[in-house]
């Protein structure tokens, strides 16, 4: 407005070059930079080591009455596999299955999973499956993304699929996302 001379009597030093934005849209704008990569560099074979995470509640239940959502990444190829939970409590079952299925279909044994450390990953029952099966636990520190990031960075993505879904007027079942 000062350029264009609609408000007289009042200095204000212009920059050339185009319009200026204030310190609060600029630091509005702003992302928080990358971690630095300091992950385990060895590469794992598929299926040895999966990412667990759960996401939710979701603003709205489906009409399945599902709430939260379980991921399963596998690290070495990227592979994901999503269950809806009505309860955070189901789970168990749900890894359960995943490993046992991986390891019958696949032929491939699972090594290690790791998780945030969350109740619903380490109950008693699921640890000593883990020692059954020979699956060690890793946990990273919760809510850091930078730790856990092959399982959160997917679970977004999942949760607003999964919130659009849920939204639908049409969406009768949560099953979709598997």
Known sequence: MIATNMIKDVRVPLKSGGAT?????????????????????????????????ICGPMEKDS????KYLLLIIDEASGCMKGFCLRVKSESEDY??????????????????VRHDGAREFATNSLQLFYEDEGIEQQTTVPYAHQNNGTAIAPSGLSSRSAAACFTMPSWTSASGLN
């Open 21 to 53: 934005t204030c310190r609060g849209c600029q630091q509005g704008k702003m992302v928080q930079k990358p971690f630095p990569s300091n992950r385990d560099k060895r590469s794992y074979d598929t299926f040895e080591l999966l990412h667990l995470d």
């Open 63 to 66: 009409l399945g009455g599902s």
């Open 95 to 112: 890894i359960r299955k995943y490993i046992t299925m991986v390891q019958t279909q696949f032929c491939k044994k699972v090594k290690f």
